[in-house]
């Protein structure tokens, strides 16, 4: 029998998260099975325990994951200031963005059966979710962005919502004037409270 080593295992590990993060977001928690995960990793369902306790334990860990890259990914790579901001809300409110629902964000993906989840993997949303808002706030008040918080929670729920809604519609037309004002209206939050 072929003993691997712990980079193997870790590797292994990476990829299932990886890949279980794209199909929950596809086909949602309820409907991506742990043989279907195993299956998208190129693995069998034995070894699935050797990685994970449960599917719980899977899905936390992946939306976890997911959250983290999107902070990295996006919100820290995104320009300074106002600027960076608005690249943030214009990439996320995008056709494109839309389209892609393996590759886009977790809360536009998940929001509705993560608030169903166990208290372990809505934790691990929590935590996900306020580093990804804490990068917002930063950018929003560089000088103190825990009293932007709020406010940068607010505009993720706006944008998550706004592209749940337009990937629901089935006119194409409606749903892209939905972006469009989507935009508008996360710039005029950001804008709100300013000095002019």
């Given amino acids: 029998?072929?003993?691997?080593?712990?980079?193997?295992?870790?590797?292994?590990?990476r990829r299932i998260i990886e890949t279980a993060g794209r199909r929950l977001k596809q086909d949602g928690i309820d409907?991506?099975?742990v043989s279907t995960l195993m299956k998208d990793a190129g693995l069998t369902n034995g070894a699935f325990y050797a990685h994970f306790e449960s599917k719980d334990d899977?899905?936390?860990?992946?939306?976890?994951?997911?959250?983290?890259?999107?902070?990295?990914?996006?919100?820290?790579?995104?320009?300074?200031?106002?600027?960076?901001?608005?690249?943030?809300?214009?990439?996320?409110?995008?056709?494109?963005?839309?389209?892609?629902?393996g590759d886009g964000c977790p809360n536009a993906?998940?929001?509705?059966?993560?608030?169903?989840?166990?208290?372990?993997?809505?934790?691990?949303?929590?935590?996900?979710?306020l580093v990804l808002v804490e990068g917002i706030a930063a950018r929003?008040?560089?000088?103190?962005?825990?009293?932007?918080?709020?406010?940068?929670?607010?505009l993720l729920g706006l944008m998550a919502g706004t592209l749940q809604l337009s990937r629901a519609l089935t006119d194409s037309q409606l749903a892209e004037e939905l972006l469009d004002q989507g935009v508008s209206n996360a710039l005029a939050l950001l804008d709100a409270g300013q000095r002019v």
């Fill in 140 to 154: 929003m008040t560089p000088e103190d962005p825990s009293s932007a918080r709020v406010k940068a929670l607010s």
């Fill in 109 to 129: 993906a998940l929001l509705d059966e993560i608030g169903r989840c166990t208290d372990t993997t809505r934790q691990a949303y929590t935590d996900g979710v």
């Fill in 1 to 13: 029998m072929v003993r691997y080593g712990k980079e193997h295992k870790s590797e292994t590990r």
């Fill in 58 to 101: 899977l899905v936390a860990t992946a939306i976890a994951e997911q959250l983290k890259v999107q902070a990295e990914d996006v919100v820290a790579r995104a320009a300074p200031g106002r600027a960076g901001l608005e690249q943030i809300v214009r990439g996320y409110l995008s056709p494109q963005h839309r389209e892609s629902l």
């Fill in 31 to 33: 409907g991506s099975g």
